[in-house]
């Protein structure tokens, strides 16, 4: 049977998540689709998508290039509505919860203003919108989270005085300036060296275990996604479903040392296998 006809199933045995069942769904995705509309034509880019994610997770979204995990991202931080189905984070409609501050955003490209320095960048959301917060206030909240992504000393820099490792921390410190409860990346890491990227997966693992966050990662990297992730939600098939959902079971802090360990080299594999056959899937191949 073909990879795109394939059912949303829990993997097997072996995968099990010691964190199961702890917290109620934060997010939580009901029958949710995803058309858009191309020269008149309308097509169906996502379907029968099915999330529940619990408050305090950290969840990846992988699939091949083009599936749709990006709109997926999008549609739960409220910026596009569904076709179809229904999007809830904390009970509330995601536009309604961005509105409140609950959902905070970090892209691939960290989007900071030129002339502006890192800690003024890291400040800026809070004084905006409705529920803008007085400067004061604004930039002590900053200063904390830019300690908190280790950019102590970087305060008084521009983005052209930063390398795109700090550019990156200071777009997480600027999305966690707002004390989100739900922090949403797409491909945050994605345009950094190997290096680099390593100790960006460390950060924000550090982060989410001081903060308690609700983390939604998209991601390319399948070594990545395994690391960071208590669970990995694949994405396959055209329009692109939800083909299997992953529970990493690997020791807490994660380290290094959980690259070697057996659960790790389950989880990469069998995401491997998927993500071949949904490649193979997306092009008509055999």
């Known amino acids: 049977m073909s990879i795109v006809s394939a059912p949303h199933t829990m993997a097997p045995a072996g995968f099990l998540s010691p964190r199961s069942g702890v ?36 969840v990846s979204l992988i699939g091949p290039s083009g599936c749709g995990k990006s709109t997926l991202l999008k549609v739960l931080a409220g910026l596009l509505r569904p076709t179809q189905g229904e999007v809830t984070v904390a009970g509330l409609a995601p536009q309604q919860a961005a509105r409140q501050r609950m959902i905070g955003l970090v892209f691939q490209d960290a989007t900071l203003l030129p002339w502006k320095n890192a800690l003024e960048n890291a400040a800026f959301l809070q004084m905006t919108g409705e529920r803008s917060t007085a400067r004061d206030v604004a930039v002590a909240r900053a200063r904390d989270m830019l300690h908190l992504v280790g950019l102590n000393g970087a305060e008084g820099k521009r983005p052209a005085q930063l390398s795109g490792g700090m550019r990156q921390r200071v777009a997480i410190a600027r999305a966690l300036a ?19 990227r390593e100790e960006m997966r460390q950060c924000l693992l550090d ?11 998209v991601t390319h990297s399948i070594d990545e996604a395994v690391f960071l992730s208590r669970e990995v939600h694949v994405l396959g098939g055209r329009p692109a479903r939800i083909i299997e959902t992953i529970a990493v079971t690997l020791p807490d802090p994660r380290t290094d040392a959980c690259l070697t360990d057996p659960a790790f080299t389950r989880a990469e594999a069998r995401l491997r296998v998927l993500l071949i056959e949904s490649h193979r899937s997306r092009r008509g191949a055999p």
Request: no cysteine; proline share 6%; aromatic share 6%.
């Open 207 to 217: 982060i989410w275990e001081r903060t308690g966050k609700t983390v939604v990662l």
């Open 23 to 58: 917290s109620a769904p934060q997010i939580v995705a009901r029958g949710v689709a995803i058309d858009f509309v191309h020269g008149g034509v309308r097509q169906r880019v996502l379907t029968d998508i099915d999330l529940a994610i619990p408050k305090g997770s950290f």
């Open 178 to 196: 707002l004390d989100p409860e739900v922090l949403l990346m797409d491909e945050p890491f994605g345009a950094l060296d190997a290096i680099t």
